[in-house]
């Protein structure tokens, strides 16, 4: 089965700094990457996705880049504010039956730092 | 419009007992997911359905684990003899069809599920 790994676990950065989390993937049939953050006991919310036909996609501050041959995506955050602060999770997902079926990382927790 | 709910929010069992969590998914999503979060630990897939159907279930972690979704709408996750390690949070998930630009899962609050 599918295999992804996140890192780094914990980032800890100063308001107004950039924050890249990077996450790698092992089966080369993965062809959609969602990204989802995750504030203390409230619900994953999609923030980005990337799809495998495209090397990059950006929306406002979030910028996400596939890179295929290597198996590896990374979330960039440009200009970070104290309500980025929250675990961000990086999933490597497949088609199943109509659907696509994700494989999650560990997670990361971001700290934003006023 | 009304997103992803489950009840009940919090469940706390003794040991051997029998659970069932509902989800309701977002109107019209044909799509429905059900995973587990184990404490600091991304969500892990279980199983799920397109309408009634349960198209996969390779996630369930025991033939304890069973869900169902008869009407293709609201979907139950039950858990029979429940143990320590059952303790998580289960998350529901609904999309609208599976398509391609249709894949955004939406996730309910979860339901915390603490076994004593």
């Known amino acids: 089965g599918e295999n992804v790994e996140q890192h780094p676990s914990t980032l800890s950065v100063q308001e107004g700094d950039s924050a890249v989390i990077k996450c790698t993937y092992s089966d080369s049939a993965s062809n959609y990457f969602p990204w989802y953050k995750q504030e203390l006991g409230k619900r994953p919310q999609l923030i980005i996705d990337?799809?495998?036909?495209?090397g990059e996609k950006k929306d406002q501050r979030i910028a996400v880049t596939l890179n295929k041959t290597a198996k590896h995506f990374s979330l960039h955050i440009t200009e970070t504010q104290p309500e980025d602060s929250a675990v961000y999770f990086c999933?490597?997902?497949?088609?199943?039956?109509?659907?696509?079926?994700?494989?999650f990382g560990r997670g990361t927790s971001l700290i934003v730092h006023p | 419009g009304a997103g992803v709910s489950q009840s009940p929010r919090y469940k706390v069992a003794k040991r051997g007992q029998d659970v069932a969590l509902r989800c309701d998914p977002i109107s019209g999503h044909v799509s429905l997911f059900w995973y587990q979060q184990a404490l600091g630990q991304g969500p892990e897939f279980l199983t799920y359905?397109?309408?009634?159907?349960?198209?996969?279930k390779s996630g369930l972690p025991s033939d304890r684990f069973f869900a169902e979704r008869p009407e293709g709408s609201v979907s139950t996750l039950k858990i029979q003899r429940t143990q320590q390690e059952d303790s998580a949070v289960y998350l529901c998930?609904?999309?609208?069809?599976?398509?391609?630009?249709?894949?955004?899962?939406?996730f309910g609050p979860g339901t915390r599920l603490t076994v004593l």
């Open positions: 359905f397109q309408n009634e159907a349960q198209l996969d």
């Open positions: 998930a609904s999309s609208l069809v599976g398509g391609s630009n249709t894949d955004t899962q939406y």
């Open positions: 999933a490597a997902s497949q088609r199943s039956g109509g659907s696509y079926i994700p494989t």
């Open positions: 990337i799809r495998s036909n495209v």
